[in-house]
C-alpha cells in the first residue's frame, strides 16, 4: 500500500515538499494554520515566487493525489507527517523560535494515527529533536520520531527536493530508516548518498552545512576586503583559488553578502545554542563570519559615498536588486534592501527595481521609491547601484541606459557585470573587493 503523508506548514519547504512528494506517487495532505495560504495552494497559486513549482502544484492537484486543508482532522489516517514550519530568529536574542515546531507537534500528537512516524525538516537547534520525541511518545508511545533535515536553496526547491544531493535521515531504530527508505525510494535507486545518523547529529548536519557555506561566502569578502586595501582583484584571486579542487569555485563569489531567510538566522542559532552547551568557543568565529557579512553592506555604503560625495542627501540613486539573491522574491535580511533603506535614511532619493520581489519590498518598506522598469529605476539618476544579479541586468546594454542616468557611475555589489562591456560604453564602474582606480 502506497504511504499517505501529511505536510504540517506549507510555507517555503513544506508547500515544495507536499508537492513533489506527490509527484512521487504519493497522497499527500498539506497543512497550515493560515487559511489563506492554503486556499490559495488549494487554487494552484503559491503566495511566492519559486521557479517551476507553480505548475507542478497545478499538475499535482489534478492529479487527485495532493490536497490543502486547515483541519488537523483530515491527516489523522496518514502514515508519515513532515514538521516544516519556520523557526525564525527571536525578537530579543540570537536563538531560534521553537513556538512553531513544538506548536505543529502538539497539535498532531493527540490525533495522528498508532504506528505513525513524524518526520522533523526545520532547521531547529541540536537537542530539539529528543525532546519532541519524547514529548510526543508520552501521548502515544506507538508512534515514533524522525529529523530529515531539508538543504533546499530558494530558486532550486524543486530540483533539490526532487534530486538532492544526499538523504540525511536520524533515527532512533530500524523501522524508521525503513520508512523513510519508502518515501525516498526513487531518490535512492539514483544513487542518491543515504546518510543514517542519530537525531543530534542529523540536526547538526542542517547548521554545520549551512555555518560552512556562510564561512566561503565571508572569507571571500574578507579577501575582497585586502584586495581593495592592497589595490588587487577579488574575482581573479577567486577564480585562481577555486580551481583547486579541495577548495573549489562555488561560493565564492565576493560581493554584498549572504542574506535571506536560512543562513544569517542559523549561523546565530548555533552560537546561541554552542553557548547553552557550554562550548561556546567553539562557534567564536562564527560571530566574525556575522561581522564581515555585515560589513559588506557598510563597504557598499562606503563606495557610494567615495564616488557620489559624503553627503548623500538630495543624491539620486537607483538600486538594481531587492531579492535577498536572484530568482526569488524573498526579501527576508536581503543586503540589497537593506543598502537600499540605509542610503535612503542618509538622505538619498532612492528607486528600487526588482523583476519579482517588488511587491514584498514595498510591504516591508513602504517609504521606498519603486520603479516597474529597468528605464524608470534609472531615469536621472546619480549612481547606479547592482545589488542582486538577476540575468536580465547582466543583459543591459549600457550603452542605451548611459542616455538616461544624469551621471554614469555604476557599482557592482554582486561581481556579476562585465566591467569592459560598461567601461566601454563610458560609464565609471566600481566593485566591491576590486581595484578601483
Ligand atoms: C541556503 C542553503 O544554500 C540551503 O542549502 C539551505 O537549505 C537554506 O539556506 P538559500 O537561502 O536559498 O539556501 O540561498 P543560497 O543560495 O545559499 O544563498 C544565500 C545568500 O548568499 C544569498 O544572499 C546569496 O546572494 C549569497 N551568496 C551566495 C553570496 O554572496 N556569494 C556566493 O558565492 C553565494
Not at 546594454?397 to 556579476?416: C, E, F, M, S, Y
Amino acid at each position: 500500500m502506497t504511504l499517505k503523508i501529511s505536510v504540517i506548514g506549507t510555507g517555503y519547504l513544506g508547500a515544495t515538499h507536499a508537492a513533489c512528494m506527490s509527484s512521487l506517487g504519493f497522497e499527500v495532505i498539506g497543512i497550515d494554520v493560515d487559511p489563506a495560504k492554503i486556499e490559495s495552494l488549494a487554487a494552484g497559486t503559491i503566495p511566492f515566487y519559486e521557479p517551476g513549482l507553480q505548475e507542478l502544484l497545478q499538475s499535482e492537484l489534478a492529479s487527485g493525489r495532493l490536497s490543502f486543508s486547515a483541519d488537523f482532522n483530515t491527516i489523522k489516517d496518514c502514515d508519515v507527517h513532515f514538521i516544516c514550519v519556520g523557526t525564525p530568529q527571536v525578537k530579543d536574542g540570537l536563538a531560534a523560535d521553537l513556538t512553531y515546531v513544538f506548536g505543529a507537534l502538539r497539535s498532531i500528537a493527540p490525533i495522528i494515527k498508532d504506528g505513525s512516524l513524524v518526520v522533523g525538516k526545520s532547521t531547529v537547534p541540536v537537542g530539539t529533536a529528543a525532546k519532541m520525541r519524547e514529548e510526543l511518545l508520552t501521548v502515544n508511545p506507538s508512534t515514533d520520531l524522525a529529523w530529515n533535515p531539508e538543504f533546499l536553496r530558494e530558486g532550486f526547491a524543486v530540483e533539490d527536493t526532487l534530486k538532492p544531493n544526499r538523504l540525511v535521515v536520524g533515527v532512533t531504530n530500524d523501522r524508521a530508516e525503513e520508512i523513510l527508505r519508502e518515501v525516498y525510494a526513487k531518490s535512492l535507486t539514483e544513487e542518491t548518498p543515504w546518510v543514517v545518523a542519530d537525531l543530534p547529529t542529523a540536526e547538526l548536519v542542517k547548521v554545520a552545512a549551512n555555518s560552512f557555506l556562510a564561512t566561503k561566502i565571508s572569507f571571500i569578502n574578507a579577501m575582497a576586503e585586502i584586495c581593495e586595501a592592497a589595490g588587487g582583484d577579488v574575482t581573479v584571486l577567486a577564480k585562481a583559488i577555486g580551481y583547486d579542487p579541495r577548495i573549489g569555485s562555488r561560493f565564492l563569489q565576493a560581493g554584498i553578502g549572504f542574506g535571506g531567510g536560512c543562513l544569517p538566522k542559523d549561523i546565530r542559532a548555533f552560537m546561541a545554542r554552542s553557548q547553552e552547551l557550554g562550548a561556546q568557543q567553539a562557534l567564536e568565529f562564527l560571530r566574525e563570519i556575522d561581522s564581515i557579512n555585515l560589513r559588506a553592506r557598510t563597504r557598499m555604503i562606503d563606495l557610494v559615498r567615495k564616488d557620489l560625495s559624503e553627503d548623500l542627501r538630495g543624491k539620486k540613486i537607483a538600486v538594481l536588486g531587492a531579492a535577498f539573491k536572484p530568482d526569488s522574491d524573498d526579501v527576508r535580511d536581503s543586503p540589497a534592501l537593506d543598502i537600499a533603506v540605509q542610503i535612503q535614511g542618509a538622505g538619498a532619493l532612492v528607486t528600487v527595481h526588482d523583476p519579482k520581489a517588488i511587491e514584498n519590498a514595498a510591504k516591508r518598506f513602504p517609504t521606498l521609491g519603486f520603479a516597474e522598469s529597468i528605464e524608470e529605476c534609472v531615469a536621472g539618476a546619480d549612481l547606479v547601484l547592482h545589488l542582486t544579479e538577476w540575468k536580465i541586468y547582466r543583459e543591459i546594454d549600457p550603452t542605451a541606459l548611459i542616455k538616461l542616468v544624469a551621471n554614469a557611475i555604476v557599482i557592482d555589489g554582486r561581481n556579476a557585470l562585465d566591467r569592459d562591456k560598461w567601461r566601454n560604453a563610458g560609464w565609471k564602474f566600481r566593485a566591491l573587493g576590486r581595484s578601483n582606480i
